[in-house]
């Protein structure tokens, strides 16, 4: 909505009290001075947990290399020019004052602006109008706050810090952040330097500055169990939580004041492990605030629970005696309770009576707008009633009606989704990540931020691009890039990188997939601030590039670096796709027998992470390493082909399906005691099926490969015919493969 | 030991099973499954009564080579928490299914077990129809017999019969689940030529039935149907949770309606044409209260009033919140996982769309689902936000209570104006709860939602892009429908591939009335044939043993046994048919009969007595290997009747064939035996059900009497 609609709104709204015979006022006076501070510090809570909402949703999918430095390029939309003048306008008109309630009202609505997209907010001009603001009302410090956030999200550590030292410095004693707990009136008293020192926390932590954020953090915890805030104490070991899942580090012992601050209570002499704190951090907060019934941090809690879930084996801190026995696999399963307690906020919404709020002139804005379409069916024939079953609540859209519901509860409900499209990533059910992500892009659209809707985008373009091919995926891309038109976007930016390296890489385009990774290399180097997982994606690509153009030795090398460094920031997940890839080069470098290893290295890795699609194409590797050793060894290929089929057949996309289909009727050929003549079929299907998804991938090699098989299993027939078709196939596809026609247009889509 | 003889009417028919501690019974038309007495399962599969089971379980040694490289795995215990039962209202059950209050837990218990080993039941009626039921509960085939086409080899040519008013009368599945062999009764007749009238005709027929498809599908098998009766299971769960739901909020509305209905009556009353809304917007930009509203808030309403309403939809409004996210939300995520376990199944055209699982009927499925689950959102966000405007509403109209009465309102929370009219305009005269949970309502759809609904279409999103319009429950129903006609593939596909191979009749049945009753008493069964070593190893062989108590009368023959073996060998090198006969003294009659482990016989026989007094009965078993089985004609029109053709034995009780156990009762039909228990039951006629241990020789081994009643 630009802002000139919501001045014209706004116009409208004090002609609409002024005409109105029932004197329409919306409780202006009396609620005005009680409601101030209420609603300012009602509003500063929304805005902290937005922050962390904020770094949450960018941290948690392991998908999402989001550069967070990376994205200075700030792409400016116009939409909010006109914005400077609108307010002066009003203001200039003496007749159309504002009031602190609608001017609140806007403040709101900005901060929902800057956190579903900041790209819609320019930085300088955004600043020149709150500077305006404050100089005419230099009592609303949430001015500076706002302030904050702008240049919180558009990366300007000095302007950030400065405007929140500001803020915390003139509001000085007015406001508390935490208004849940029952005791919320001395909070206002005593909340407000642990507040800051949360707020600073997570400043630099959005700065990737973990030490300094730490030291916030720890000093936030000594202030407020000094003043027995316990709702900002919650607060901050959910922040602290976030900070130690989202860095890589490799030890906090040095960073946190004392090595035992944090986890003394368990009384361990020894030191934690950096994910032991972090358990122990989340399941504090989590009993905080559930006791104190923050429901937003429960939520909260339980989704980074289930995060945490996901990637690491949980083992009892101190197992007792000789037979304390302990299965060394993650649990599924609390992955799945956990999420399902996380969208717990958006059920119980309401149901403690605590969230109720009252008057403050949060939805005036969208209110208005509604009113206007609504006043003709509503002034006019309040007494007739609609014929026309409309369903007022339900569009999913967020300019509906106004919703009690804040964006932020949405939000945390609809991550629980996003999140669940991650965990059967993992876990291995396509169709499982397509219906979630669906359902997040449906019904969350309204309420989500743009980075993770657009998160959930490329999840279902990915989908598209491993089951229905590139081309449907690049068109699906395209309507993406309309959506998210900055190219700040990193998300749907980088998953445009990643199609294209590889469909670069199935056609044979060596030297665009080369060009791409470079690319990838300037997106993770350290000079826009340090993205793990974008690193690590970045060297894996590299080695699969390198594999591709036969450069073994150099490939193994990237590998193996790559290999330390996940193991380094213990990593694990990511191991077992560095180990398959180690595997793959020795494969394809006939060193058989040293890629045995590596596969069953990761095989057993998949196994207690529950990485089953991963895990059965690890077993298919190991099957085609097998192979390789001769055909002795067709039948222990063959049955762990044949063990892999199930979860590939059903959820693994057209290339690994190709691939699976490859493997087997190889197994078959190679085994001395199969006689084509006698079960073609056998052979025959599984090829006619790889060479159909291989030609919606253009997968030259593959599909050469493939054709080869055919020619080779018809020429044993005797269908001569049928030989020569698949021989001029299979050298169609060579031809392709040598010579990558059109090398200008593979860049484009 | 357990109780699993219940208390049953005569309408039942009592059935040991090999499940130990289940027994399944049937009710007319529709199966029971009891297990500690408690009621499993209750499922309608026959139209007509049902006559005989037979249940069999896969053996372990049955695998071919092929199979053991498969691994199918059911991955839902890992990844999900036990699957959310059937909700309750206060420890009552509310659906309106007939699973049991407390037999849920035992239902669970039953599924996973179930999952174990595959197994088949396989149950015949009496119109000549067999269903065949994976771990009893889903339906994979049915042929009826009266439709089966009989080919047959007689003497070179072919010639085709067909059976007509055909009467089930045993059924027996081989271990390996390689074929069936059935005896029913009914006419035989030419299709070629129907004017032909056969001598023939009517008469107790053996059928050979290849049913290999089972075997060579097992594992596919075993992974669709469990997957597919647990969604099943799921979708009662999501069915009783809506109804549920539906049946508190309506309790809640109506108390709601009831007491707000009156304002309007009053403001008529008072002369006023404004509406209760423009009244209580009034009262909220404190204009004026009118006297109408007035009224209506303090005497006809009243504070204590006003508490109860809002107190019921508070509860009622917690209540939809624990079904929603303990039963609805988890039941909806398991059917989407089991859903998404079978698209991946439907995938591998190879090996599972020859058992008819379709890929494109389970892909329309798996929409449906995410529909369903985009549904159950949306109902949990209106609920979450009309619950609340309720409250808020009502916070409010206590405050305005109590300012009308001059009372202190410190002690009311303070209410959010903006929902107040919020509520006002939406709430107070519309539902949206109950129109989301009726089916027959639509809705408009916002214009942004259905062009964001379009653009999800390209990324891959539901082609139906209308399917906001419609309603939770109706959603619901699609998506049972949907599932239906996808299971039902595998039903037809199945059943379409399973043939005739081989029939025997037996004996004539001269009268049509006997010919419709099903009073014969047969029994088949088959066992392990390990005498012949150069078959020993994985791959044993299945005989099949039939017999059968020839009626008096039939084929001139009195008061006689007859047992054939190997019907079923189909090959040559394996011994073909072959049969004895045994005559019953005549002091006896023969009461039933049944097939028991290794090859006996357990024959129930009672003493003819002259007088009123019951007899004494006996329990006799006997060992087939004692008897000499002389071959058989198999050629078709030699083999019929070829029973006759034996001479008969005669049985004497008191010599070495077999044992010989006194139930001191006089007895009735029928005679239940478990191989695998070593039980035998009988009923006398005093209607008292008896257990024997079978593999004992004391005699004071009776272990439990009950009475039915």
């Known amino acids: 909505m630009a802002f000139e609609g919501v001045c014209h709104l706004l116009a409208n709204l004090v002609e609409y009290c002024n005409s109105s015979e029932t004197s329409y006022d919306f409780a202006e006076d009396e609620a005005f001075n009680s409601e101030i501070e209420m609603s300012n510090f009602m509003d500063a809570n929304i805005h902290v947990r937005d922050a962390i909402f904020d770094k949450y949703s960018k941290g948690y999918a392991p998908e999402s290399h989001m550069g967070e430095g990376s994205s200075s390029l700030v792409h400016a939309s116009t939409s909010l020019h006109d914005f400077d003048e609108g307010i002066f306008k009003a203001e200039d008109n003496p007749d159309c004052l504002r009031s602190r309630w609608q001017l609140e009202a806007y403040l709101n609505q900005q901060a929902d602006i800057l956190e579903k997209d900041p790209s819609l907010v320019p930085l300088n001009s955004f600043n020149a109008t709150m500077s305006q603001l404050q100089a005419l009302a230099p009592e609303l410090h949430r001015v500076q706050f706002l302030q904050y956030l702008n240049a919180l999200t558009h990366d300007d550590y000095i302007a950030a810090l400065d405007n929140l030292h500001r803020y915390f410095d003139y509001s000085a004693g007015m406001q508390g952040i935490f208004s849940r707990s029952s005791s919320s009136f001395q909070d206002i008293i005593v909340g407000k330097y642990e507040s800051a020192l949360l707020c600073l926390g997570n400043l630099h932590c959005y700065f990737g500055h973990p030490k300094k954020a730490l030291e916030a953090f720890t000093e936030a915890v000594r202030v407020s169990q000094m003043n027995n805030d316990d709702s900002c104490l919650a607060y901050i070991l959910g922040a602290i939580s976030n900070l130690l899942s989202k860095i890589g580090m490799s030890s906090t012992i040095g960073t946190i004041g004392s090595p035992y601050s944090l986890g003394n209570n368990i009384g361990l002499g020894t030191p934690l492990s950096i994910q032991q704190q972090l358990l122990v951090l989340l399941k504090r907060s989590l009993k905080r605030a559930d006791t104190l019934k923050l429901t937003s941090l429960v939520s909260f809690d339980h989704l980074s629970l289930a995060k945490f879930d996901l990637k690491h084996v949980q083992r009892p801190l101190v197992s007792f005696g000789p037979n304390a026995y302990t299965k060394l696999r993650t649990c599924p399963a609390d992955v799945c309770k956990n999420l399902r307690l996380s969208s717990h906020v958006l059920t119980d919404f309401g149901v403690d009576g605590l969230s109720a709020s009252s008057d403050n002139g949060s939805f005036s804005t969208s209110w208005l707008r509604n009113l206007s379409a609504a006043s003709n069916s509503w002034c006019s024939s309040s007494t007739k009633s609609r014929k026309v079953l409309t369903n007022d609540f339900d569009n999913f859209h967020f300019h509906a009606q106004p919703s009690p519901i804040p964006a932020a509860v949405l939000q945390l409900a609809g991550s629980a989704y996003l999140l669940r499209a991650t965990a059967w990533e993992h876990y291995g059910s396509a169709p499982m990540v397509r219906m979630n992500s669906l359902v997040y892009a449906t019904c969350f659209a309204d309420a989500a931020s743009s980075s993770e809707l657009s998160l959930a985008y490329v999840k279902l373009i990915q989908h598209l691009a491993a089951f229905k091919g590139y081309s449907a995926a690049f068109s699906a891309l395209k309507l993406a890039e309309e959506k998210f038109p900055s190219t700040a976007n990193s998300h749907i930016q980088l998953l445009k990188m990643q199609l294209l390296h590889e469909r670069a890489l199935h056609r044979g385009q060596l030297k665009i997939a080369q060009q791409i990774c470079d690319e990838f290399g300037v997106l993770s180097s350290s000079v826009s601030g340090v993205d793990i997982e974008l690193k690590t994606e970045a060297s894996l690509r590299h080695a699969r590039t390198l594999l591709a153009a036969k450069q073994f030795s150099q490939a193994a090398n990237v590998a193996n670096s790559l290999f330390s460094t996940c193991y380094k920031y213990n990593m694990q997940v990511e191991n077992a796709n560095v180990l398959l890839l180690l595997a793959e080069i020795h494969k394809n470098s006939d060193n058989a027998v040293l890629g045995l290893p590596y596969a069953l290295a990761s095989q057993s890795f998949c196994k207690s992470f529950n990485l089953d699609l991963l895990e059965a194409s690890a077993t298919l590797t190991l099957a085609e390493l097998w192979l390789a050793l001769g055909s002795t060894h067709a039948k222990r290929a063959l049955s762990l082909a044949c063990q892999s089929l199930p979860m590939i057949l059903g959820h693994g996309g057209m290339e690994l399906r190709a691939r699976a289909h490859i493997v087997l009727a190889k197994c078959h050929l190679s085994d001395p005691k199969f006689k084509v003549t006698e079960d073609p079929c056998s052979v025959l299907d599984p090829l006619n099926q790889a060479v159909e998804d291989l030609q919606v991938l253009e997968y030259h090699e593959m599909a050469a490969e493939a054709y080869y098989l055919k020619a080779l299993v018809y020429n044993n027939l005797g269908k001569l015919d049928e030989r020569e078709e698949a021989a001029a196939s299979f050298r169609e596809h060579t031809i392709a493969l040598e010579n990558p026609y059109n090398e200008a247009d593979s860049l484009s889509y | ?709």
């Open chain 2, 1 to 709: 030991m357990p109780s699993w003889v219940q208390p049953m009417t005569q309408k039942f028919k009592p059935f040991l099973t090999l499940r130990i501690c289940l027994l399944v019974l049937f009710y007319f038309n529709s199966l029971c499954m009891l297990q500690n007495g408690k009621m499993l399962r209750r499922i309608k599969s026959h139209d007509v009564a049902i006559v005989c089971l037979n249940w069999a379980e896969d053996e372990p040694q049955s695998k071919t080579d092929k199979d053991g490289l498969l691994s199918y795995e059911d991955r839902t215990t890992r990844f999900f928490p036990p699957a959310p039962v059937v909700p309750r209202i206060g420890g009552l059950s509310s659906g309106d299914t007939c699973l049991g209050d407390e037999n849920e837990e035992s239902i669970q218990e039953f599924s996973s077990a179930s999952c174990q080993r595959f197994n088949i039941l396989c149950s015949g009626d009496k119109d000549g129809c067999i269903c065949f039921s994976i771990f009893g509960i889903f339906p994979v085939g049915k042929i009826n017999i009266n439709e089966v086409p009989i080919h047959v080899q007689s003497s070179g040519s072919k010639a085709s019969y067909r059976l007509q008013d055909a009467s089930i009368s045993k059924v027996s599945l081989s271990g390996n689940l390689h074929k069936l062999v059935l005896l029913c009764s009914g006419k035989l007749i030419d299709i070629d030529n129907i004017s032909h009238s056969n001598d023939i005709s009517g008469g107790l027929h053996c059928l050979h039935l290849d049913t290999s498809i089972f075997f060579n599908r097992k594992n596919e098998l075993h992974q669709v149907s469990q997957q597919a009766s647990s969604i099943q299971y799921l979708v009662e769960v999501v069915r009783a949770s809506i109804s549920m739901m539906a049946k508190q909020w309506s309790g809640a509305m109506n108390l709601f309606n009831e007491k707000f209905s009156v304002l309007p009556s009053l403001i008529t009353a008072h002369g006023m044409e404004s509406s209760s809304e423009d009244e209580f917007m009034s009262l909220l930009f404190g204009t004026r209260t009118s006297p109408a509203l007035h009224q209506f808030l303090v005497s006809s309403l009243g504070e204590a009033a006003l508490k109860r309403i809002a107190k019921s939809v508070d509860s009622a409004g917690r209540e939809l919140r624990v079904v929603v996210s303990e039963h609805l939300q988890p039941a909806v995520e398991i059917i989407s996982f089991r859903l998404a376990e079978l698209r991946g199944l439907a995938r591998w055209r190879s090996r599972f769309q020859n058992i008819g699982l379709d890929e494109k009927l389970i892909d329309g499925v798996t929409e449906r689902i995410g529909m369903l689950v985009v549904q159950v959102e949306r109902f949990s966000r209106v609920t979450a936000t009309v619950l609340y405007l309720f409250q808020n509403f009502f916070s409010w109209v206590l405050k305005c209570v109590k300012i009308l009465l001059s009372e202190p309102t410190d002690q009311v929370p303070a209410a959010n104006s903006e929902f107040v009219v919020l509520f006002l305009k939406f709430l107070l005269d519309k539902d949206p709860i109950k129109q989301l949970l009726d089916a027959d309502q639509r809705f408009e759809c916002h214009l942004d939602t259905a062009k964001h609904l379009e653009q999800l279409v390209v990324l891959g999103g539901f082609t139906d892009t209308h399917f906001l319009e419609r309603s939770l429950m109706k959603q619901f129903n699609e998506l049972e429908e949907s599932l239906k006609e996808a299971f039902s593939m595998p039903f037809t596909t199945i059943s379409s591939q399973i043939h005739c191979q081989a029939l025997l009749p037996l004996y004539p049945i001269t009268s049509l009335v006997d010919l419709s009753s099903t009073c014969n008493l047969t029994s088949v069964s088959f066992y392990k044939q390990d005498e012949d070593s150069q078959h020993s190893g994985p791959s044993y062989r299945l005989t099949d043993y039939i017999c059968f108590k020839i009626p008096d009368g039939s084929l001139n023959l009195r008061n006689c046994i007859g047992v054939i073996k190997d019907f079923s060998n189909s090959s040559t090198s394996t011994p073909s048919l072959s049969g004895f006969l045994l005559r019953i003294p005549d002091e006896y009659e023969c009461v039933d009969l049944s097939l028991y482990k290794d090859s006996q016989i357990v024959v129930l026989l009672s003493e003819r007595s002259c007088s009123d007094n019951p007899g004494r009965s006996y329990i006799v078993m006997l060992q087939t290997e004692n008897f000499s089985f002389v071959p058989l004609s198999k050629i078709f029109p030699s083999n019929i009747y070829s029973i006759q053709e034996l001479a008969a034995l005669e049985l004497q009780l008191d010599t070495d064939y077999g044992k010989v156990r006194s139930v001191p009762h006089a007895v009735s039909t029928p005679l239940a035996v478990s191989a695998s228990r070593g039980v035998a039951c009988v009923f006398s006629s005093r209607r008292h059900a008896l257990v024997y241990i079978l593999d004992e020789d004391e005699d004071e081994d009776e272990d439990e009497v009950s009475d039915m009643e």
